[in-house]
């Protein structure tokens, strides 16, 4: 969420035709960094030159809060001495801050003496790798052992590779971060994910949102992915993309979009566009790595060969790579306080490198990657990892099947690398714990604000329902194990959005003895034919489907007593004390079917709440099997602020 608007203009400009993380460049000539002096404030000669686009970007005029912005540059210089002589290994970058960590630890695009990567005995060649076509010739021709991308643009390969030859079958080494800033924008009659079936969405060819848009069509939506219909446009931004398609052709339902687009489109992220100064009607976030962070991961992978015949190097470039993010997340702590000189150089080169207009732009590339760390690798090539790489082995065979890139499966290889071993001892996030991922009072508060001013649907992005029978509060839950896996693994890929459990109750008794009561006084008419009455209270239509007019009518003279004398706001608070009870035996079977299933659930990230009759599917329903869908549970994965989320160095 930290991507500047101006970087629109930047990554329309510098892309090409084919799959990246974040944009296509061309390659253009190298320009290495001073190994010593003032860091210099004007690049002359960027790595990689803007194209002129064909046509204009979405404009960023919306109006919309800004992100911090970086402090003032502090004069410093990259690390390192003269460049190290011999033979380098090609290594591709992406337009991402992660591989600002390869920056630092290599001291520029070629090693340098005295950096982390020369101390660890590696001698690397930095070079553009965002066309990821051209990776994969450059990979296939053995001008190089690496692959640098988001699993699913290596993944969706993989079987290809391996049946090609069993050398160049990619071996996933290294997890380098996890995206908080990519997401998907839909039109207002996409609510949620519930609703993409049949839907048109426009996503970036052979990009990293591919593998985001098949896990929110198959998993979260359980859809097919023939259920959908896909435009596939070359460009991740800019001219022939989704965002620019979206906007120009109402038959685009949804878009994938990096951060700045979205912000063009929406206004922002928890924003709605309102079709003026630059944004779209009706457009608004609907799916996010904000909150579903575990989606898109960049990895580098190494050729079965060279990790056969080179471990020591791979297991060295892990190390070096690990110990590089650690170093320039210090430097940035530092920065973002009171300065700091070395991640001021940081910033001016990756400034430079990539042709941004600034190192705010940088900035905003660097706090857009949640970084691992040591930790975060042990957990991820863990097989017993539920999002982990048995997971994105499996997604990425899903994917290249769907996209009819082959019809056979492969086991896709996980890192070979021993992380108890001694090369990664001096690391400090090596013995890191998971801790939680909201901060409790924060988000309970939240929560009460949308549910007092009724907005929870509005911002719920995933939703799945148990109901009950009349006047029953418990329930057999063994009917609900698909429910509960859903919700679970809704809960694994959602981190930073909390599950909040909504307890309903059928309100049909006490819509039908206010009416009985109205219409005694002659203030309720009922006009229509039996099983389509119509009501209207003093001239003024009466929507069945809403209960917020019926609660008001209790506020006057005569509505206030049910036929025996009874206070009717005592049947609306047992309603809700009846919808508590529903809400604790659903609770409390979820979290004891994750136990037995091997996957605790934090209480600290589920929520309940005893809803009553305040928010009926239908205020009096007319059949019994209308009474039975507001006799609900739900389970809803809904959107929280930033600042509802905790601030870690690492995401484990």
């Not at 996010?288 to 962070?293: E, F, L, M, P």
Request: with cysteine; charged share 20%; net charge negative.
């Amino acid at each position: 969420m930290k991507l500047r608007l101006s970087l629109m203009v930047v990554l329309a400009a510098l892309m090409a035709t084919s799959g990246c993380k974040k944009k296509e460049t061309p390659q253009a000539p190298r320009v290495e960094q001073p190994t010593s002096g003032p860091v210099v404030e004007q690049p002359v000669a960027p790595v990689m030159t803007p194209l002129a686009p064909t046509s204009a970007p979405i404009a960023p005029t919306a109006p919309v809060a800004q992100p911090p912005v970086a402090p003032p540059r502090v004069k410093g210089s990259m690390p390192g001495g003269v460049v190290v002589q011999g033979t380098a290994v090609k290594v591709g970058m992406l337009l991402w801050g992660g591989d600002m960590a390869t920056f630092w630890g290599n001291g520029g695009l070629e090693t340098r003496e005295g950096t982390i990567f020369a101390q660890y005995g590696l001698q690397l060649s930095i070079v553009d790798g965002n066309n990821f076509a051209t990776q994969l010739a450059s990979y296939r021709a053995g001008e190089t052992p690496i692959l640098r991308g988001e699993f699913g643009m290596i993944g969706k390969h993989a079987q290809k590779l391996c049946t090609e030859s069993d050398d160049l079958c990619p071996v996933f080494f290294l997890l380098m971060t996890k995206s908080a800033g990519d997401h998907m924008v839909c039109r207002d009659q996409v609510k949620t994910v519930a609703d993409l079936s049949g839907k048109t969405l426009a996503v970036q060819a052979d990009g990293p949102h591919e593998l985001f848009a098949f896990q929110i069509v198959t998993e979260d939506a359980k859809d097919k992915w023939s259920d959908v219909k896909v435009e596939w446009l070359p460009n991740i931004t800019g001219d022939a993309s989704p965002p620019t398609l979206f906007k120009s052709n109402p038959a685009i339902d949804c878009a994938f979009a990096i951060t700045p687009d979205m912000l063009g489109l929406t206004g922002g992220l928890t924003a709605t566009g309102s079709g003026a100064e630059g944004t779209v009607k009706g457009a608004h976030v609907v799916a996010s790595t904000q909150y579903r962070r575990e989606t898109i991961k960049d990895v580098y992978a190494v050729s079965a060969k060279y990790a056969r015949e080179n471990p020591d190097w791979v297991r060295s470039f892990a190390a070096a790579y690990l110990k590089s993010v650690e170093e320039v997340k210090r430097h940035a702590n530092a920065y973002a306080a009171s300065g700091s000189p070395e991640f001021g150089a940081l910033l001016a080169f990756t400034t430079t490198t990539f042709a941004l207009p600034n190192d705010e732009e940088s900035y905003g590339l660097y706090q857009d990657a949640s970084f691992v760390g040591h930790a975060g690798n042990v957990k991820f090539f863990d097989p017993s990892d539920p999002v982990g790489m048995t997971k994105f082995s499996e997604m990425g065979n899903d994917l290249a099947i769907a996209l009819s890139i082959t019809t056979e499966r492969v086991a896709m290889r996980g890192s070979p690398i021993d992380w108890g071993h001694s090369v990664f001892s001096g690391l400090s996030s090596r013995n890191l714990t998971a801790g939680p991922k909201l901060k409790i009072e924060a988000t309970k508060a939240e929560l009460q604000k949308m549910s007092d001013e009724g907005i929870v649907a509005g911002n719920t992005m995933l939703s799945f329902s148990a109901t009950f029978g009349e006047d029953e509060t418990a329930i057999d839950l063994a009917q609900y194990n698909d429910e509960f896996d859903a919700v679970i693994r809704a809960y694994q890929s959602y981190t930073q959005a909390p599950v909040v459990i909504r307890g309903h109750v059928d309100p049909t008794v006490l819509v039908a003895t206010i009416i009985k009561a109205g219409m005694s006084r002659g203030e309720i008419k009922q006009s229509g034919t039996i099983g389509a009455f119509t009501y209207t209270y003093n001239g003024e239509v009466l929507d069945l489907r809403k209960i917020g007019p019926w609660l008001k009518l209790l506020e006057q003279p005569g509505y206030a007593l049910d036929a025996s004398g009874n206070p009717l706001t005592d049947w609306v608070r047992q309603a809700e004390e009846k919808s508590r009870l529903r809400v604790e035996v659903i609770k409390q079977g979820l979290l004891e079917y994750a136990k037995s299933k091997g996957t605790p659930l934090d209480e600290s990230r589920i929520h309940t709440e005893a809803v009553g009759v305040r928010d009926p599917l239908i205020a009096k329903a007319r059949s019994k099997e209308e009474a039975q869908m507001n006799r609900r549970v739900e389970f809803s994965l809904v959107k929280v602020s930033l600042e509802a989320a905790t601030t870690n160095d690492f995401e484990l």
